[in-house]
């Protein structure tokens, strides 16, 4: 079973940067990408980034392309998320997931629950002057 733990959240002000942190434990059969989704108060649960079971691949949403950069330390089992020239409308809780892939060099942001095997509790991030 996996267990996944985030942490980095905080009150930003505008232009400012925070880096995310994502903490798997346990263990999953079969591929599985870890992405970042986020959910703004009124808002549905989007994805922002992910990368592949691999390492060999990630994604971004249009929205945080070129300012958000995600990474993977596998030696301590830890997916980073650093977000740079934040905006207010990056304040959001922010999940990380495993997604199930059929193949290990695919990641995708698009929300697909039925490929979800994993969620964490989320960190607020606020971006505020």
């Known amino acids: 079973q996996l267990r996944l733990v985030e942490s980095g959240g905080d009150l930003v002000q505008p232009g400012g940067s925070l880096r995310l942190s994502c903490t798997v434990g346990?263990?999953?059969?079969?591929?599985?990408?870890i992405v970042w989704f986020r959910q703004a108060p009124g808002e549905e649960r989007a994805g922002v980034s992910c990368i592949s079971h691999s390492g060999a691949t990630t994604n971004y949403a249009d929205s945080v392309k070129g300012r958000f950069a995600i990474s993977i330390n596998n030696a301590k089992n830890t997916v980073y998320l650093q977000m740079n020239s934040l905006k207010p409308e990056d304040t959001a809780v922010y999940y990380c997931a495993t997604s199930r892939t059929p193949h290990p060099d695919i990641c995708s942001v698009d929300y697909d629950k039925g490929r979800v095997t994993a969620w964490g509790r989320g960190t607020q991030v606020t971006v505020s002057s």
């Open positions: 346990g263990f999953s059969s079969g591929y599985s990408a």
